[in-house]
């Protein structure tokens, strides 16, 4: 069972950037597929980037596209989200989470563990 802590979420004005990271428990880190996902109060949590489990491959949400970049470090147990230019409707709880079998997927049913989140706020 994977552990997971988010961190780096804080207020931004728009424009600005944001480095949020997820550390996981456990030694099988390499052989998860890694995704972050957001939500606003109300809404459904969305799907924002996924990343294979050696890195080599990415996907994103037509949203963040061009502006955030998924990344990993198996060594350190770690994945990340650089987020740029932000906007105020990035505003959002961002949650990472573990795909343990399978490929990688823009759903969130998928996953099969999930951190605390840690909340982004864009100021306009």
């Known amino acids: 069972q994977a552990q997971l802590v988010e961190s780096g979420g804080g207020l931004v004005q728009a424009g600005g950037s944001l480095r949020l990271s997820c550390a996981a428990s456990?030694?099988?880190?390499?052989?998860?597929?890694m995704g972050w996902f957001r939500q606003v109060p109300g809404k459904e949590r969305e799907f924002v980037a996924v990343?294979?489990?050696?890195?080599?491959?990415?996907y994103y949400d037509d949203s963040v596209k061009g502006r955030f970049t998924i990344s990993r470090d198996n060594a350190k147990n770690t994945v990340y989200l650089q987020m740029n230019s932000l906007k105020p409707e990035d505003t959002a709880a961002y949650y990472c989470?573990?795909?343990?079998?399978?490929?990688?997927?823009?759903?969130?049913?998928?996953?099969?563990?999930w951190g605390q989140g840690t909340q982004v706020t864009v100021s306009s």
């Open positions: 989470a573990v795909r343990s079998g399978g490929g990688a997927s823009t759903r969130a049913a998928d996953y099969d563990y």
């Open positions: 456990g030694r099988t880190f390499s052989t998860y597929v």
């Open positions: 990343i294979s489990r050696a890195g080599s491959i990415t």
